[in-house]
């Protein structure tokens, strides 16, 4: 650390830059997070700016640069999780998706999936125990279809192009199920 400290500011910001960039790359390769490309670099580059300051706070010998470098080093830290809100709020599709929704319901209630809209619900069997949806569970729903009473139902194919009424199933944006696609 010591060696670190005595060598000249741009090799110090350098080593800082280098320590940015081989971190956003491991996150990119590595698939660290589920959020796109573009937010994983935006994120390496504001950790890296933020690590800049934060040295060059440490490094300052005026009390007022110090202090306008900490200050800033404390508005781009705090701005951070702010961000991240924004993006998980507005930004992230999984949250955002028109086909997440939430299963209310009492506590442990079970809602079958069925074969076709309005149709019988399958049976619980060995075969088919995950198909159905619990109460207090998100999922996500592929597109939307009307039986023949005209109720919607969704349909969703990760458990094997199997359909769900609509009736205690809310989306997690406050959208509804017009926001579907048709099947």
């Known amino acids: 650390m010591r060696g670190y400290l005595t060598s000249s500011p741009s090799r110090r910001?350098?080593?800082?830059?280098?320590?940015?960039?081989?971190?956003?790359a491991a996150a990119i390769i590595l698939d660290a997070a589920e959020i796109p490309v573009f937010t994983t670099v935006l994120v390496g580059v504001f950790l890296t700016a933020l690590g800049i300051v934060i040295e060059k706070a440490i490094s300052a010998t005026d009390t007022t640069k110090k202090i306008r470098l900490l200050s800033t080093g404390l508005i781009l830290s705090l701005l951070l999780?702010?961000?991240a809100?924004?993006?998980?709020?507005?930004?992230?599709?999984?949250?955002?998706?028109?086909?997440?929704f939430y299963v209310e319901g009492k506590p442990g209630h079970y809602f079958p999936a069925h074969v076709y809209p309005?149709?019988?619900a399958?049976?619980?069997?060995?075969?088919?125990?995950?198909?159905?949806?619990s109460t207090g569970q998100s999922y996500e729903f592929d597109c939307v279809?009307?039986?023949s009473?005209?109720?919607?139902?969704?349909?969703?194919?990760?458990?094997?192009?199997?359909?769900?009424?609509?009736?205690?199933?809310?989306?997690?944006?406050g959208a509804d199920v017009s926001d579907l696609p048709d099947c």
Do not use: C, F, M
């Open 13 to 24: 910001d350098a080593a800082i830059v280098a320590l940015g960039l081989l971190g956003t």
């Open 81 to 83: 999780p702010v961000g």
């Open 85 to 100: 809100w924004i993006y998980h709020v507005w930004l992230d599709a999984k949250s955002t998706g028109p086909g997440i």
């Open 118 to 120: 309005g149709g019988p």
């Open 122 to 133: 399958l049976e619980d069997t060995p075969l088919n125990e995950d198909l159905g949806i």
């Open 145 to 147: 279809s009307k039986d």
């Open 149 to 173: 009473k005209g109720r919607p139902w969704l349909k969703r194919d990760e458990a094997g192009n199997y359909w769900y009424a609509t009736g205690d199933l809310r989306h997690v944006a």
